[in-house]
């Protein structure tokens, strides 16, 4: 049985957790499994990866995410209870609203044309920033920034409000001073050096534009940390990591390992550092590996808690995606699954 500090942190390091089934009144909500830690999280990536892929939102999808919005713009993971006031994030019991959500149904909001929601949302992530210019996961005075939720509420903010600095996540970033299989990581939080991969991926993804469906690729090579000469350590964060992204992935043949003791493959982080370089147009050999692993462990992570998720379900399409005018079959099948998730 999984404790709330440790849902918390595998929810952080994008890890299903689930515990029952989803309630029969949640009518379009995205999956059957127990929603409490991820469903507002699970529900805006299926809508974000629809939008992307051209594919038709469903009203009801957008419907659920609008009802689970508190009243001062912010979410839950998930509120059983749309009737009852929203508790304020408690970074002891792990409770409350929280980042991750605001941010990404923020996204969701602002793709599927509900600005002022998105604004909303937008605007708790702002009010519960910390001095360190970063976010923690449950954004409570004293709760320690960290870099997922740093990352994801930095892109809410870019999406909706336009260019957005990152200060956080430079200072969690190992730069020239690191030994050169490291150069580019990005550690978890401010407590530790240790490069965590899935922190990275997440982090290059949203700097690459992941959030904002309208992004175009910007690099044609691979950018690079340069540690000599007149060029020494000027890559911005987004060019450093995905350096950092594309010897990593090549290295594990796209099979990216879990870190902070988690054991298996992290098929969310390798599916978010694969989006960070092709959507920056990098890493075309990183990319290919990647994508043919991914593909070939697609069942695996789908199933992986019994139900079909629908969070990897929607990651899948975006690795898909290419032109939603012009969708791939596999595309085409991995929505029609999308939808069969959909809860009537």
């Known amino acids: 049985m999984f404790t709330k500090p440790l849902i918390a942190a595998a929810a952080a390091a994008g890890i299903v957790v689930t515990a029952g089934p989803a309630l029969a009144a949640d009518s379009g909500l995205y999956g059957a499994s127990d929603p409490t830690y991820d469903g507002v999280y699970r529900q805006s990536m299926s809508i974000l990866s629809l939008k992307a892929a051209g594919a038709k939102v469903p009203t009801s999808a ?63 992530l702002t009010d519960h920033r910390n001095s360190d210019r970063g976010w923690a996961y449950y954004p409570a005075e004293g709760a320690t920034s960290d870099t ?71 690099v044609s090579s691979v950018p690079r940390l340069v540690c000599k000469g007149q060029g020494k350590d000027k890559a911005s ?49 990183a990319v290919r590996t990647t994508t043919r692993f991914l593909r070939k462990s697609a069942e695996q992570w789908i199933t992986a808690s019994g139900d079909d998720a629908p969070g990897a379900l929607a990651m899948l399409i975006l690795v898909e995606q290419r032109d939603g005018a012009n969708p791939t079959a596999r595309q085409q099948a991995l929505v029609k699954r999308l939808g069969k998730t959909l809860t009537r």
């Open 62 to 124: 957008v419907r659920w995410l609008k009802r689970q919005q508190c009243a001062d713009g912010g979410y839950l993971a998930y509120r059983a209870d749309t009737t009852a006031a929203c508790p304020a994030p408690d970074a002891t019991t792990f409770s409350g609203q929280e980042s991750n959500a605001t941010a990404m149904a923020a996204a969701a909001l602002w793709a599927t044309g509900n600005k002022s929601r998105a604004r909303k949302a937008v605007a708790w």
């Open 148 to 218: 997922n939720s740093t990352a994801l509420a930095h892109g809410a903010l870019a999406l909706v409000r336009g260019k957005h600095k990152t200060p956080y996540l430079r200072s969690v970033q190992q730069r020239c001073d690191a030994g050169k299989d490291a150069r580019g990581g990005l550690s978890f939080d401010t407590s530790s050096d240790a490069v965590n991969d899935n922190a990275t991926s997440q982090a290059a993804w949203i700097l690459s534009g992941g959030l904002d469906l309208q992004a175009k690729p910007s």
């Open 237 to 285: 964060v987004r060019d450093a990591a995905l350096g950092y992204l594309n010897k990593r992935l090549v290295h594990v043949k796209g099979d990216l390992p879990y870190g902070g003791g988690y054991p298996g493959t992290d098929y969310a982080g390798a599916a978010a550092a694969t989006l960070a370089l092709r959507d920056s147009g990098a890493g075309r050999k």
